[in-house]
């Protein structure tokens, strides 16, 4: 059922009348769902009703992907009833899923990177010429119009490897909207986007509603909640905990929903003594990509990073990090020159650095979260004869993974299968093993649940009063805002302005990162 | 910074009822026994004896497949780091002509370096060494410091290595090696040495920096360098190590058939992969046990003298042996895949 056949135009696939809107798209009861040591689904229901957007909340690990996957046909469930369209319907894969009109953006980004974006999109679908060949004109044509239709503006024919996260992510956006399904499901399809695209993506999403299509949207962000959400549900550690409209509830419902307990502190920021120049940057470059970075961090200060896609944020940060070595500048680490030309050495000058995507530069997929939290601190006191001591190391990562409440059943566990949130908690924690001096975090909270969050901005802020020098990229605006000392804002590759915390507002902020 | 002091903020969930997994291993195992299993019970239908209840022909199958497991040790370490080898076979024949070449008696009119005979034994076996790291070397080097694939780069090799082991004595087999030397391949002490290797092996790249860092770089390369991984110097190092891996491979091979000759180790690069895929490794790096690969290596070892046993033609041997490989790959696809769902 791909309603969306190449050769019909997309405008007028996409605006077919509206489903009556109290109609039930998505029912599914009794949902139980279990993987060797965790029940991550039990007794789940949920229903999806046409023309509306239900957000799903619930802390990192309570089930919520797991849920949108068996919806999306990838796991089959052990247990539960499962009706689209009223109709009862055992789905065998994601391709039988969207047969049947649903579509979902994964929490992952699932793309080909040395392929084109309309090859992308059209992938499985490609339109023919009359030889049975690819007609490339066509897909790039193809693209050009949905790509007008939801303002994307990015060329069909460049390969996703040279994206950004966030123009990736808009890839997704447009590749699930392409199927015109009648179901939407996107798993947390902001936590790579900057203000924005958010704005960008809700006027897609708005748009789909008027069309009498159902979108789940799962998020960790509470205004997005409010802004977007007709409907949310809720769950905790695999249990349905309750759905309600979203005009009857208050912020602090939802998070009294979600954890079970009060979160009081939303950004605990503690001012503390701050100390030398850490670090020293002037007129860093990295030709075709930033220009001219000059700024300085001291110890114990906090140096937020705003900006949009394109401006060149996380490329600064990988040049500090040695990831792509600059082409002109210099750093300075404690006054003394350095070249920094492989993340190894950054780490001899005792730097950190969290990326921002952590499938494609974090995760070793296919290790254990205790193997993916040691790798960086395999080494000085943690060998003996050559051998690692594995047991100090575990108790190291035991001790870590409790302080940032990584969710699951040991460490020998594959980090593949935890969720999301708890993969980027592993992360966290290998780089704070490392004992940074300076810590560069490239959206450290991404997919991280409320109360998760707020420990972790303390964890940070308790850093900071150490004297670790910190800086902090991040698209939340009020994260920024909440934790930063100074805030550098940039534009198109180059700083526009850097504003004191006292000084900094939301419109101050956008202003400058508008350029 | 003492994360430790941090108070805990809640102790992660120990949800109980651990489903209970067999270990990798395990599972090859039981197909290791299997394997057997259906050649006693053929032995029995066809040839009226038992297949494993022979002390003799176990000592053979093993020894047989002793040098194919050297190789594997080393092959198993690149293919779990990401990479492939398929210069292995040709590094065992150079290897095998450059120390057979100085392991020469001077009882012997004709040696290659009339000068060089006699020598003490130590002087073959370090120059088959140093051949096959010096081949290993060039790959790593090769490999990581330009873009050529593994395969293209591996390849050249195998068929360079190959040349110039057929070029060191124009295509003449070198003979009359010093007992000392043939004493390195003699009875079991092939096997003693996989064994050991694999052993050694085993325990590095289970307990040492140098074996995470292989899983590491398998697992996702970009991420390992971000965690400040030397990535080029560690492909380096790899690539070495199974380099001077097929050079004792060369030296046992040539000290156990009392010369060297240039058509030595053809096609051990297949057989070494094949043991390593067998015995778990995912060709998709990351993934992968030493004690896979001697389970590995003694099915192939099994399959063999299994056929031999019932007097198979060696041409069925072959087929049967591309199409368990075949099998062995499509098995690993399939556990990747039914790990996600
Ligand atoms: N393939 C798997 N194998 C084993 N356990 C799994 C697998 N997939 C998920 N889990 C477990 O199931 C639970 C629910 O995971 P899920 O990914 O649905 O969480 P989530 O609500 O999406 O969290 P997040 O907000 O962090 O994305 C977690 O405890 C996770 O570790
Ligand atoms: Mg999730």
Redesign the pocket.
Known sequence: MLSLAPEKPLTTALSQPPVAAQQLLIDVQGVRKA??G?V?LDDVSFRLRAGSVHALM?E????????MKILAGVYTPDQGVYRLHGREIALTSPLDALENGIAMIH?ELNLMPFMSIAENIWIRREPLNRFGLIDHARMYQMTRELFAQLSIELDPQAKVASLSISSRQMVEIARAVSYNSDVLIMD?PTSALTEHEVAHLFRIVRMLREQGKGIIYIT?KMNELFEIADEVSV?RD?HFIGCKQVEQLSHDEVIRMMVGREITEMFPKTIVPIGEVALEVSHLTLDGVFHDVSFSLRQGEILGVAGLIGSGRSNVAETLFGVSPASSGQIRINGQPVTIDSPRTAMQHGMAFLTEDRKDTGCFLSLSIQENMQISVLGGDNLQAGFVRQQALDAMCEAMSGTLRV??PNLDERIE??????QQKVLIGRWLLTNPKILILDEPTR?I?VGAKAEIHKLICKLAGQGVAVIMISSELPEVLGMSDRIMVMHEGRVTGIVDRADATQVSIMTLAAG | MAISNTQALGKSPKPGAFRFKLPAEARIFMVLLGVALIFELLGWIFVGQSFIANKERLIVMILQVSVIGIIAVGVTQIIIMGGIDLSSGSVVALTAMVSASLAQTSDFARAVFPTLTDLPVIAPLAAGLLVGLVCGLINGTVIAKTAIPPFIATLGVMVTARGMAKWYTQGEPISMLSDNYAAIGAGINPVIIFLVTALVFHIILSYTRYGKYTYAIGANRAAARVAGINVNRHLILVYTVAGLLSGLAGVVTSARAVSGQAGMGMMYELDAIAAAVIGGTSLNGGLGKITGTVIGTLILGTMTSGFTFLRIDAYYQEIVKGIIIVVAVVADQYRQRNR?S
């Open positions: 993987f060797p965790v991550a619930g990192n690990g309570a089930g919520k992907s797991t849920l929490q947390e960790h769950f695999g969710k699951t299968n935890l969720s999301g949130g708890n997919g649940d | 996600r």
